[in-house]
């Protein structure tokens, strides 16, 4: 089980209990992910997944609970400065990674900003496209409507931004993924996937603005 997935488990069973005994031994092992690793990296990386999966909005809730455990408390305000500094050391890309990487992808901000993807697209070549090949993989086996229309997004915004993507997409298979799912039963899925087969193809960047405003004009495509 990879760092994501116990931070994943324990933050869902976090949201969902009432027990002051189970979040008081979720909260004991957050801290001990954190602070008990000798290596920075490691603690960083549990900070990161923490992160991603909404622990610190978790914390704030349970700031505005009352509770008789003084450890539990001290444990709450502990955690929330910690992530609150990691937080701030993060760069959009680190978190971008970390939601990959959970296989949980929604539409958090980053996803739609053209600037993290101006400043970032390089960045999805790196460790032999390891981004790339984890966001082709949910295509290939997610079952989420929600999962498959943020992949497919990224990866047509990946191939707006940089100039070879068209073809390291191709050579990753990226794209008979996608066209797949233009079959997809669910409309959502059907669109951005049909978004990322037009900038897949397209060459005029402004003629598909265009065309995105007014879907009754023809695209213009590779020949």
Same mark, same amino acid.
């Given at each position: 089980?990879?760092?994501?997935?116990?931070?994943?488990?324990?933050?869902?069973?976090?949201? %969902?209990?009432?027990?002051?005994?189970?979040?008081?031994?979720?909260?004991?092992?957050?801290?001990?992910?954190?602070?008990?690793?000798?290596?920075?990296?490691?603690?960083?990386?549990?900070?990161?997944?923490?992160?991603?999966?909404?622990?610190?909005?978790?914390?704030?809730?349970?700031?505005?609970?009352?509770?008789?455990?003084?450890?539990?408390?001290? %444990?709450?305000?502990?955690?929330?400065?910690?992530?609150?500094?990691?937080?701030?050391?993060?760069?959009?890309? %680190?978190?971008?990674?970390?939601?990959?990487?959970?296989?949980?992808?929604?539409?958090?901000?980053?996803?739609?900003?053209?600037?993290?993807?101006?400043?970032?697209?390089?960045?999805?070549?790196?460790?032999?496209?390891?981004?790339?090949?984890?966001?082709?993989?949910?295509?290939?086996?997610?079952?989420?409507?929600?999962?498959?229309?943020?992949?497919?997004?990224?990866?047509?915004?990946?191939?707006?931004?940089?100039?070879?993507?068209?073809?390291?997409?191709?050579?990753?298979?990226?794209?008979?993924?996608?066209?797949?799912?233009?079959?997809?039963?669910?409309?959502?899925?059907?669109?951005?996937?049909?978004?990322?087969?037009?900038?897949?193809?397209?060459?005029?960047?402004?003629?598909?603005?265009?065309?995105?405003?007014?879907?009754?004009?023809?695209?213009?495509?590779?020949?």
């Amino acid at each position: 089980m990879s760092k994501s997935d116990v931070v994943r488990d324990l933050s869902d069973i976090l949201r %969902d209990t009432v027990k002051e005994k189970v979040i008081r031994i979720i909260l004991a092992t957050f801290r001990n992910l954190l602070e008990k690793p000798t290596e920075p990296e490691t603690s960083r990386d549990f900070a990161i997944s923490m992160v991603q999966h909404k622990v610190l909005r978790q914390l704030e809730l349970l700031e505005n609970k009352k509770f008789d455990d003084i450890e539990l408390t001290e %444990d709450i305000q502990a955690l929330t400065e910690k992530l609150q500094t990691s937080v701030q050391d993060l760069s959009s890309f %680190d978190e971008y990674w970390s939601e990959v990487r959970s296989g949980r992808l929604e539409w958090s901000p980053v996803h739609k900003m053209d600037r993290f993807w101006r400043e970032n697209a390089m960045k999805f070549n790196e460790n032999n496209y390891q981004v790339l090949k984890a966001l082709i993989k949910l295509l290939e086996a997610s079952k989420d409507p929600l999962i498959l229309c943020v992949a497919s997004h990224d990866l047509g915004e990946y191939v707006r931004h940089y100039p070879r993507g068209k073809s390291v997409i191709e050579q990753l298979n990226g794209k008979q993924c996608v066209m797949r799912l233009l079959a997809h039963e669910d409309p959502n899925v059907r669109y951005h996937a049909l978004l990322c087969v037009q900038k897949l193809m397209v060459q005029n960047w402004e003629y598909l603005g265009k065309q995105l405003e007014d879907p009754n004009k023809p695209i213009e495509t590779k020949s």
